[in-house]
C-alpha cells in the first residue's frame, strides 16, 4: 500500500502537536485538554484505518498543521522544538529495533486503553500517569534520550512529569506512524515544497 505526502504531513503533525504540549506544560504548568486528548487517543488507535483516523480526523491536528507550517515559513519562535522533534525521530528508530521494548509499550498501552474505556477520558490524570509510568520504563531507558527543559517548579511536580510523558510516548507513536507511511529526512531536504502545499491543503 502506498501513501501520499499528505499522509506523512498529517503524522508529523501529530509529533509536532504533542511536542507543542509538552513545551507548554514544561514552561507554564498546563496544557490545552483538547489537544492532550487527540495526542492520547492516537495511541490508543493502533489499527485506524488511516492516517487521519489516527487522530480523530485532520480538524484535530490544525495546531500541529499550523506549528509545521510555521516552521517551514521561518516563523517558528521556538526553537528548542524542531530540537525536541529531532530527538523523538532519532528516538523512534531505536525504538522500533527493540523488540522486547516495543512488545512492553504495546501491553501497556492495552491496560492503559481499558483504563481510559472504564474513567471515559484518555486524558484522565490516571491515564496521564499510567502512560507516563509506561514511557520511564521502557523509551525513556533508550538512547538518545529526549531531554525535556523548562520551568524547574513545575518539572518538579509529578503530574506535569507524568504529561509530559505521556506526550512524548505520543509523540514517538507519530514518529513510528511517519516511518511507517515512508517518511524519512529526505523529505525535508528535497520535497519542502510539497509539503508546505501538502500541510495546506490539509488545513482547509
Known amino acids: 500500500m502506498s501513501f501520499s505526502l499528505d499522509d506523512r504531513v498529517l503524522a508529523l503533525a501529530g509529533i509536532a502537536q504533542a511536542l507543542q504540549q509538552v513545551r507548554r506544560i514544561a514552561e507554564t504548568g498546563h496544557s490545552e485538554a483538547s489537544v492532550v486528548r487527540t495526542a ?14 489516527v487522530y480523530g480526523g485532520k480538524a484535530s491536528l490544525a495546531p500541529g498543521l499550523k506549528v509545521l507550517q510555521g ?22 528508530r531505536r525504538f522500533v529495533r ?4 516495543v512488545d512492553k509499550v504495546h501491553a501497556g498501552i492495552l491496560r492503559a486503553a481499558s483504563q481510559a474505556a472504564e474513567l471515559g477520558d484518555s486524558a484522565h490524570p490516571d491515564v496521564l500517569t499510567a ?9 525513556s531507558q533508550l538512547r538518545p534520550r529526549v531531554m525535556v527543559q523548562g520551568n524547574p517548579h513545575y518539572l518538579g511536580q509529578a503530574g506535569v512529569v507524568a504529561e509530559i510523558r505521556a506526550l512524548l510516548l505520543a509523540a514517538v507513536r507519530s514518529a513510528v506512524l511517519w516511518r511507517q507511511l ?23
Open 40 to 53: 492520547m487517543d492516537s495511541v490508543f488507535r493502533i489499527d485506524a484505518e488511516s492516517p487521519a483516523a
Open 98 to 101: 527493540e523488540g522486547t521494548t
Open 131 to 139: 502512560l507516563g509510568g509506561l514511557y520511564a520504563d521502557t523509551i
Open 71 to 92: 516552521y517551514f515559513n521561518n516563523q517558528n519562535r521556538d526553537d528548542a522544538l524542531p530540537r525536541l522533534a529531532l530527538a523523538v525521530l532519532q528516538l523512534e
Open 182 to 204: 515512508g517518511g524519512n529526512y529526505w523529505d525535508f531536504l528535497f520535497s519542502k515544497r510539497g509539503m508546505v502545499e501538502a500541510i495546506e491543503r490539509n488545513l482547509r
